[in-house]
Every structure is written in C-alpha cells, then in structure tokens.
C-alpha cells in the first residue's frame, strides 16, 4: 500500500456530520462543474449542508483543498500500478 502523501489535512475521519472524502469528492465535482476559480468554499459548504467554518476544520485554504483532491487521486492511481 503506498505511504499517503496527506499531511495537509491530519484531522480525524469525520467530525461534524461529514468526512474527508465527502468533502473532496464534493470539491472535485464542483471543482469540474463550475472551474477552480468560480467555486468557494461557501458552495462547497452548501453543499454539504454544513457551514463554511466547518471546512476550516478539514483545510486551511481552498488552494490546500486543490492538492488534497490531486494527492488522492495519486495514491489511488499508485495503488492500482501497485496491483500490475
């Protein structure tokens, strides 16, 4: 299994009502949909029905957010190579 490369966001699973993956994948979808530049974190937040402070809890910036959804993808990608 290949080392996370997440250091950014060391904090727990879930806290609140959502998860870390929730959050990233709610930020990649809208991310694509709507472009990097025309997405806040207050949309990320509505949707997932959580208030925008709550993201800080996961991320300090929507820039950090960013690298997290790329640092994901490629360990999920290494972990696939891994397999081959």
Same mark, same amino acid.
């Given at each position: 299994?290949? %080392? ?9 699973? $879930? $806290? $609140?009502?959502?998860? $870390? ?5 709610? *930020?990649?979808? &809208?991310?694509?949909? %709507?472009?990097?530049? *025309? ?12 208030? %925008? ?12 957010? &960013? ?6 993808? &490629? ?7 891994? *397999?081959?």
């Amino acid at each position: 299994m290949p %080392k996370s490369r997440r250091s950014s966001t060391d904090a727990p699973k $879930r $806290r $609140r009502g959502i998860t $870390r993956d929730a959050l990233l994948q709610a *930020a990649a979808e &809208l991310f694509a949909r %709507k472009g990097y530049r *025309a997405t806040s974190l207050e949309d990320v937040a509505d949707t997932l029905g959580v208030k %925008k402070t709550t993201i800080y809890h996961y991320v300090r910036s929507k820039e950090v957010l &960013l690298v997290d959804i790329y640092e994901t993808m &490629l360990d999920v990608i290494e972990a696939r190579l891994a *397999a081959i």
